[in-house]
């Protein structure tokens, strides 16, 4: 069983999501060499975090998802590589990929289907054994989410290392100060400042400006969460966020591509 702080210890849907991927990482153990093997044969991963580093502006992560369950259905008959590939076009630097089914309707079929996009891909999921490093690998991802919120202390320095040790970026979540100190004792190079509170679902991007002042210069830092307007990219910016992870607001537009093309090269200044 994956160690993690336990649904019982998690609000709300969160608690729900963590204990139906308990069962999804029980279920992956049978297939746990064919994982491995996938190894082999997968594609050399690319640099996300190298993809991130722009100095002088705001890079932009755009994501792939279907629902949420604060939100609801949001695209929800999207097509994976138009999308992706509509990014890219728009600027993009790189991709996050929703591929949990249950509660956000994506799979690991979208993250393949992204790869003709031609940027790095973040799997976005709720990570809590290495099987699922592998896993990820395996279909492609070149960068792998890790939820502070739903990790030990233990679990979490050791998928970090392991993910690294196949070639992987990790973007390690947080919301507060505590996560982000945790975060920062496994040396973490990419942090993602989560402006929505897990367990309410609200969002706020005074979050990231909150927490920014804590995190050392060369650490690559990605405002996630109710990021919808330029003006609230160029403020991110102007703090000196290296990057934005933007979901809700471009699926929800007419056009995501063009909706990603308006908050894509943004200014920002350097922490250093």
């Known amino acids: 069983m994956p160690e993690t702080q336990g649904p019982e210890s998690l609000p709300g849907i969160l608690a729900e999501i963590v204990a139906a991927k308990r069962s999804e990482v029980e279920a992956l153990g049978s297939r746990a060499d064919a994982l491995e093997r996938s190894l082999d044969t997968a594609a050399p991963p690319r640099d996300f975090l190298g993809a991130l580093r722009r100095p002088g502006s705001v890079s932009l992560i755009a994501e792939c998802k279907r629902r949420s369950p604060g939100a609801g259905d949001i695209r929800p008959d999207l097509d994976p590589a138009v999308l992706t590939s509509s990014y890219a076009a728009a600027g993009a630097s790189a991709l996050s990929v929703l591929t949990d089914a249950a509660f956000f309707g994506g799979s690991l079929d979208d993250l393949r289907a992204a790869a003709g996009a031609g940027l790095p ?86 979050t990231t400006l909150r927490l920014l002042a804590g995190v050392p210069d060369d650490v690559v830092i990605v405002s996630e969460s109710g990021i919808r307007t330029r003006q609230d990219v160029e403020r991110l910016g102007a703090a000196g966020v290296d990057a934005i992870l933007v979901g809700e607001s471009l699926l929800a537009a007419p056009d995501p591509g063009a909706a990603a093309a308006e908050l894509a090269g943004v200014p920002a200044r350097s922490r250093g």
């Open 121 to 206: 891909i973040l799997r976005k999921d709720f990570t809590l054994d290495t099987l699922q490093l592998f896993e990820a690998r395996g279909a492609g991802a070149d960068a792998v989410l890790l939820i502070v919120r739903i990790l030990d202390d233990d679990t979490l320095a050791r998928l970090h290392t392991a993910a690294t040790a196949l070639g992987m970026s990790v973007l390690v979540d947080v919301h507060d100060a505590h996560e982000l100190e945790r975060a920062l004792r496994i040396d973490a190079d990419l942090v993602g400042i989560n402006n929505r509170d897990l367990a309410t679902f609200t969002t706020e991007i005074e």
